[in-house]
């Protein structure tokens, strides 16, 4: 099973299905099949694929209803999109939120790739959120003088970036082993902080690195108007025993 738990418009689900019919038409390169018969075959298998193996959330309702439409053009169903607030999930008020909690329960999935909405200036206050991650990413942190390491202080976190959220909520949602792409501002990767520290030395606690790749600060300004550096993190999620 595949999610993007920031649906947003859909390209990396989108991608996952052209990356599927590109491999399965050099597969049968060498199949002597009629170009309408293979055309439906294809149709069919991404049919099924869409149908059981991937899922979708957002929490802007008019997003959800054009990738449904999107996906219901390409393989001819409208898919598993979830009108839903993926940070609050397994609760929340939005209605996607109970159909999700049976299809994709947190600790079901086994690749997960999302571009979260990043910037401190959509910063999550509501405390019900907050309380999810507390025993993980939202923690208020120092740097102890003794060992120069982040230590959790006293005062609860008030407000955090949401794609400080998303991280955990990632590794909560795959399966031991399961894979995570995931974009990322440079901020999180690089600052000194004790804060983002915490986070690298929580993200590593969790999950192998498999690769981080850094982009160039043009790579979202065409799409999306965004003019920051980021970087792609590619993770894989502990088990217990590891």
Known sequence: SLLDPGWGTGGFLRETLAALLKRWREDEATVDLDHDEQREQHRQRLKKFVQNNLFGADFDPFLVRATSLNLMTVAGVQGNVYYMNSLAFPDGTLPGAEPARADIPLGSI???????????????????VLDRYRDGVAQSWTRSKETGLPVASN??????????????????????????????????????????????????????????????????????????????????KKTDEE
Do not use: Y
């Open 155 to 236: 005062n609860p976190v008030t407000a955090m970036s949401p794609e400080e959220l998303f991280i955990q909520r990632a590794v909560q949602w795959v399966k031991p082993g399961g894979r995570i792409g995931i974009v990322l501002p440079n901020g999180i990767l690089s600052n000194p902080g004790p804060s983002a520290e915490s986070i690298r030395r929580w993200i590593l606690q969790n999950c192998w690195v498999l690769a981080s790749v850094e982009l160039p600060v043009e790579a979202f300004i065409h799409e999306a108007g965004v003019n920051i550096l980021t970087t792609l993190l590619f993770l894989k």
């Open 110 to 128: 086994d690749v997960l790739m999302t571009n979260p909405p990043f910037g401190s200036d959509i910063k999550i206050t509501d405390e019900d």
